[in-house]
């Protein structure tokens, strides 16, 4: 029997009569509730689902909708690979959703729809409508063509901004047909898709904003700064200044974080929690070039590297971004740990490490992120085995908001509605969209 690395901790603290036993991290996180122990913290321990599609604290509900293969509003079917989202304020007190499809050439589904950028991937976004009762009122394809579209951020002007995961060019195509890495276009941008958009737009790849392999975004509002994650092992975190607010398009300057007095600081493990670093900003000369060499670029200028730059998120003056392999580092020096979450404030340009897990048992590679409406981190895993949903409070302290109790494939897309009620969010695999409700305030006593 080969055991994963949570199974690993969590038996650990078996006794040898089998009794399961504390482990200090979760006596660090227990707390009584009606005279019984509970792990976890938060809103309370997860209740098995008799659905067995997702587990939540009590008092909590959810609807599930728009799952791969049922046939959508414009006549094709819901793709695979759920993966990020954002939530915009629709008409007659509707939520519009916009979702990544993280879809390869060779996957056996796809966005179907006019206008691909590269009729040779399968990736994209949809659209979901969804009425004041959590309801799906209709969905349909709103970008095509694109390659592995992973994560993103919601724009102050009501778009989606959508990453590119790869960097394919037909240079690097093969000769097998049906091959992963077979394309017609240059890959690994961003594009625009309008919340409003009701056809497949028309894809335009915002190519200032750099070709490398893109995770998320988030859009600081009050300079209209975007910033960027890039999802490698060696990854930077990067800025984009548009030459025109609100119109990315426009052009711009790519730059990435450089730690004053720290030139190429690798991040993996050895910072301490809580400790503002004050940051410089380096100059991408050449944010399009024709091999995959942006954060090459930036690291030989003094840029930081970060262990696998994920899922960011903007609120209260804040940018916090995953770290899904920091923490740790093997024997080679590559980052291999169960996650880590950065917060860079803008106001102060300092950069400090916010959460470091210890263990799997507490956070299992952190991948997309969003700030709830009470200030606390949602955070989405995407680890070795069970797959949670993650808060963690203001101080730091983590709890478990959410299981997937279909399969291990990871959760994606965390957000929330415009009025703070509800959290949607993703399981990519087999492909299932939720909206989940419940005593939201009674967390923080508001």
Not at 92 to 108: A, G, K
Not at 110 to 127: E, I
Not at 283 to 310: H, L, M, S
Request: hydrophobic share 35%.
């Amino acid at each position: 029997m080969q055991l994963s690395r949570r199974k690993f901790f969590t038996l650990a603290g078996a006794s040898a009569a089998g009794t399961l036993m504390m482990s200090p991290l979760q006596a660090l996180y227990t707390k009584k509730a009606n005279g019984e122990s509970v792990f976890g913290g938060g809103y309370g321990p997860l209740v098995p689902d008799p659905n067995k599609l997702l587990d939540l604290p009590r008092g909590f509900q959810y609807r599930a909708f728009s799952r791969t293969g049922e046939m959508m509003s414009d006549g094709s079917p819901v793709p695979g690979g759920h993966d990020g989202m954002a939530a915009f304020p629709g008409p007659q007190n509707t939520v519009i959703l916009v979702r990544n499809h993280e879809l390869s050439p060779n996957s056996t589904t796809q966005v179907v729809g006019s206008n691909p950028y590269d009729p040779l991937c399968k990736g994209g976004t949809t659209t979901l409508q969804v009425g004041p009762n959590r309801q799906l009122i209709k969905h349909y394809a709103s970008l095509t063509g694109t390659y592995r579209n992973c994560a993103g951020g919601p724009t102050p002007w009501g778009s989606w901004i959508t990453c590119e995961e790869d960097v394919s060019t037909p240079a690097t195509n093969r000769p097998r047909p049906n091959d992963a890495r077979n394309v017609s276009k240059s890959h690994g941008y961003n594009f625009e898709v309008p919340a409003q958009a009701t056809t497949p737009v028309n894809p335009v790849p915002l190519v200032a904003m750099g070709r490398f392999n893109h995770e998320a975004v988030a859009i600081d509002p009050k300079t209209g700064i975007v910033y960027e994650t890039e999802d490698q092992r060696d990854s930077l975190f990067y800025r984009f200044i548009p030459s025109q607010r609100n119109n990315l398009s426009a052009g711009g300057t790519l730059q990435a974080l450089k730690i004053k007095n720290m030139p190429q600081a690798k991040t993996f493990a050895g910072f301490r929690k809580g400790q503002p670093m004050p940051v410089e900003w380096v100059t991408i000369d050449n944010p399009d070039p024709a091999t995959d060499t942006v954060r090459v670029e930036g690291f030989g200028k003094g840029a930081a590297q970060f262990a696998r730059g994920e899922g960011i998120w903007y609120g209260n003056r804040e940018v916090y971004f995953c770290c899904t392999n920091g923490g740790s580092v093997d024997a080679n020096g590559r980052p291999n740990g169960f996650g880590q979450v950065w917060r860079y404030l803008p106001d102060q340009d300092t950069i400090e490490l916010f959460v470091e897990a210890k263990s799997a048992e507490e956070l299992d590679g952190p991948d997309n992120i969003v700030v709830a409406p009470y200030g606390d981190l949602i955070i989405c895993e995407d680890g070795a085995d069970e797959q949670f949903v993650v808060g963690v409070t203001p101080n730091g302290e983590l709890y478990r908001l959410a299981k997937n109790a279909i399969n291990d494939s990871e959760f994606a897309g965390a957000c929330f509605s415009p009025d703070g009620q509800t959290l949607f969010v993703n399981i990519q695999t087999p492909g299932i969209t939720f909206a989940i409700w419940g005593p939201w305030k009674s967390q923080r006593g508001a």
